[in-house]
């Protein structure tokens, strides 16, 4: 090992030494960020160090369990992957049993634990039973999945605001109102949309958007089985179908997605001088 990666481990040690301790009877509820282990946060790292029980959805990639203390029990409660769903109630039925246990209970969600992943629910419904929680962020895959494949949620000559949005209802009439938010002109990025995308894409063209506005579709991103493809909004659904892309995925919608083009072909130019 290095001396400068030797000192960074101890720095590193040294946030770790000072995070708040986890206590037996408590629940916290950890966003283990977009999938790829690094982009844990340090208290993330603790709280998996630390926890007696970890109960976890379909993590995107299983690697962030190893970091779990070898004592610790696991417990899926996912919504995917082939397992029979967990309902939303048992699930918090089974948080709050846990901790009465005195259990140190780790909730671990994909992401960030108060986006789009039902995590305001869970801490209300702990709260309600008086069970003590703390709620620890992560990197949200819809703004991180976006970096990390070169696509900058706002650039200045692009957009002023940036709409994350859950496609999960599709086009159904208790859904959004997807014409509303094609005429803000402001990028979409849709999580959950994998399964509607052709009627969400054509409600977005129908509400104004130019069917060659740029697209993209960020398999798994940040991950080693990343796929992302770039299309336009009109073609998007029939080039995702054929390329056999699956979720969980993120759908980019706008004038950022064309930075990513951008960015390759300047590096590649810069290559070509070298
Ligand atoms: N709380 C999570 C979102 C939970 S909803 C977060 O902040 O990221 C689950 C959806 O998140 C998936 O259907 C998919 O749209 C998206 N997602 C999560 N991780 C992803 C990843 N690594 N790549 C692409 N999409 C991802």
Known sequence: MTTDRRHALTVLAEFLDGAPPFEPGHVWLVGAGPGDPRL?????????????????????????????????????????????SAAQADITGRLVALA????????????????????????????????????????????SG???????????????????????????PDGLDWAALAATGQPIVLYMAAASLAPITAALIDGGLAPDTPAAFLARATTPD??????TLGNLAAAVAEAGLEPPAIVAIGGIVAVRAELAALAASLEATR
């Not at 986006?115 to 709620?135: Q, S, T």
């Not at 976006?146 to 159904?172: F, S």
């Not at 990343?226 to 299309?231: D, R, T």
């Open 226 to 231: 990343e796929a992302i493809l770039v299309s």
């Open 146 to 172: 976006l970096a990390g494949a070169g696509i900058p949620a706002t650039i200045r000559t692009v957009n002023q605001a940036v709409i994350l949005a859950t496609g999960h209802a599709g086009t159904a």
């Open 100 to 143: 009465r246990e005195g259990k140190r209970v780790l909730r671990l969600k994909g992401g960030d634990p108060f986006v789009f992943g039902r995590g305001g629910e869970e801490v209300l419904a702990l709260a309600a039973a008086g069970v003590p929680f703390r709620v620890v962020p992560g990197l949200t895959s819809g703004l």
């Open 40 to 84: 844990l946060t340090l208290e993330a790292v603790h709280a998996l160090a630390s926890a007696d029980v970890i109960v976890h959805d379909a993590l995107v990639d299983p690697r962030i369990l190893d970091l779990a203390r070898r004592e610790a029990s696991l417990e899926y409660a996912g919504k995917r992957g082939g397992k029979p």
